[in-house]
C-alpha cells in the first residue's frame, strides 16, 4: 500500500475567528476527522503561543506581526518536519516558503480588491504582496461560490482551472440551542414569531440601515413586530457600520422595535433562529452565506438581496429584493408577512434547497483537490 497523503490544516485562526471563517474551520476539521479514507492523514497545525484578541493597539500591531511570523516561518517549518505533502488554509493566507509541498488556499470573497477602502493600508500592502502571491504559487484556490471564483478570477488573475468552488454548508448546532430555552427572548423581551432576524456582525455591506429603514415603514401595518439584529460589532473601524445603525434606529424612532443583541454564543443564536418569523438578508456584497443556510435549517422563510453570490445559494426557495431600494426591500417583506401560505411554501423548499449543502460533501471535494494537487 502506497503511503498516504499527509494535509497540514493550519487551525491557529480557531483562536481569533468568531464568525463565518471559524465556521468553516471548525466544520471542516469535524468532517475531515469523521471521513475514513486510507489514502489520506491529517495534521492540525497550531501555535504554541496563545493569540491576544484584545483591543490594545499596541498589542494588536504585535499580533499582526506574529500573524505574518506564523505564516511565513514557523507554519511551513512546522509543515516541513511534519512530512506534510499539503499545507491547507482556510484564512485566505498560506506560507510563500513552499518546503516540499504543496498549498491550498480558501479565498472566501474578494473583498480585499472590491473595497480597499475597508482595511488599513499596510494590511493591504502585505495582502497583495504576501498572501495573492502565494496564492499563485498554489495548486488550488478554493472559493465558496460561483460569483466568488468570478470576481477573485476578475481581480486577482488566477487562472480559472486553479479555481476550485466547493459549496458551504450550516453550523450544526448540536443540543446547544434547546427548543423552549428562551433565555435570549426573556433577555431581550422578545416574542416568539413576531420579529424579523438579521445574524451578521455590523459590517457597511451587511446594509442593516436600509433594512432598518424598510422596517420603520412594516411598523405602521404592523405595529407588534420587532426587528432583531444578532452580531458583534467589528473592531475594524473601516468597516464598522455600528454608529450608522444606531443613528437611522433613533432618526426612525424604533429605539423600543429594534434589538441589537452584540455578540451572542451560539445557543443564543439559534434560539433566535428558532423562533423568528422571517429571514431577511439585506447584503450588498458577500462571498458565500452561511446564514441563508442556518436559516433553512430552522424552518424560516428567508429573503434576500437580488445581488453577488446570494440567488446562487438561495436558488427558488427565497423571495428577492434590490437592496438599494426601500419600496422593494418594504415590498418583499410586507408580501411574506400577509401570506401565510408563501412562507409555507418557502420553508418546504428551504429544506429542499439545503440538501445541496453539507460539510461532508465539501471535505470529500476537498480530498480529491488534496489528491490531484499531489
Known sequence: MSKPITIAIDIRDLQVAKTGTKTYLTELVKAFKQINDPQVRFLYLDTTIPVYTGTNKILTLIEHGRYQLWKQ??????????GADIVFCTDNVVPLLQLGFKTVPVFHDA???????NYGRLWLWLYKNTALPA???????ITPSEWSKKQ????????NDKLVVIYEGPKSWGT????????????FSITPKNYLLHVGSMFKRKNIPALIEAFSKIKVKYPYLKLVLAGAYPSNKLENAYQHIIET????????????????????????????????????????GIPVL?????????????????????????????????????????????????????????????????????????????????
Not at 176 to 187: N, P
Request: overall charge negative.
Open 294 to 374: 442556518e436559516a433553512f435549517s430552522h424552518s424560516l422563510p428567508v429573503l434576500i438581496a437580488n445581488n453577488t453570490c446570494l440567488p446562487e445559494i438561495g436558488g427558488e426557495a427565497v423571495l428577492t429584493f434590490n437592496p438599494f431600494d426601500i419600496a422593494d426591500i418594504t415590498a418583499t417583506i410586507t408580501s411574506a408577512m400577509d401570506d401565510e401560505n408563501l412562507r409555507k411554501s418557502m420553508i418546504e423548499k428551504g429544506r429542499v434547497r439545503l440538501k445541496n449543502f453539507s460539510w461532508h460533501q465539501a471535505a470529500l471535494q476537498l480530498i480529491e483537490v488534496f489528491k490531484k494537487a499531489v
Open 73 to 82: 516561518l514557523a507554519l511551513p517549518f512546522k509543515a516541513f518536519f511534519c
Open 111 to 117: 473583498f480585499f480588491f472590491e473595497t480597499p477602502e
Open 152 to 159: 477573485i478570477n476578475r481581480y486577482t488573475n488566477i487562472p
Open 176 to 187: 446547544q440551542g434547546l427548543k423552549g430555552d428562551d433565555v435570549v427572548l426573556q433577555t
Open 135 to 141: 496564492a499563485r504559487k498554489s495548486a488550488f484556490v
Open 249 to 288: 434606529i433613533h432618526a426612525r424612532q424604533l429605539s423600543n422595535d429594534v434589538v441589537l443583541t452584540g455578540y451572542l454564543p451560539d445557543s443564543g443564536v439559534e434560539q433566535l433562529y428558532i423562533n423568528a418569523l422571517l429571514y431577511v438578508f439585506p447584503s450588498i456584497n458577500e462571498g458565500f
